[in-house]
């Protein structure tokens, strides 16, 4: 397997992802410009996003959220959500 060079800035040359991770020309996008350990870097992210913010993948809006948090953190194309910490560890 050859390694891709990421379009992120602070990425290496890496692996590239096996296959796209999802249908549609995001997809495709991430596949051809996204190396596998970004795209495991943006999973690790996700998660923290549906946490925080209560998202449920099945609805909609929030798929339209996280596809464009996608853009925003791995091709810095829109602003990217603040997880607010502070608070970590208590109950609201």
């Known amino acids: 397997m050859s ?10 040359p890496a692996p590239p992802l ?6 549609g020309p995001l997809g495709e996008r ?3 410009e996204i ?3 970004c795209w495991d870097e943006w999973l ?3 998660i923290l996003l ?7 993948p099945r609805k909609r809006e929030a ?9 925003a953190v791995l091709f810095d194309e829109g602003e990217v ?12």
């Not at 390694?3 to 290496?12: E, G």
């Not at 798929?63 to 853009?71: M, P, T």
């Open 3 to 12: 390694a891709i060079r990421c379009c992120r800035p602070s990425a290496k």
């Open 81 to 92: 959500a603040e997880i607010d910490t502070s608070l970590k560890g208590t109950i609201r």
């Open 63 to 71: 798929r339209d959220f996280l596809y464009g948090q996608i853009r």
């Open 35 to 37: 190396c596998a350990r």
């Open 44 to 46: 690790r992210h996700q």
């Open 50 to 56: 549906i946490n925080h913010f209560g998202l449920d």
């Open 30 to 32: 991430i596949h051809r």
């Open 18 to 23: 096996p296959r796209p991770p999802f249908r």
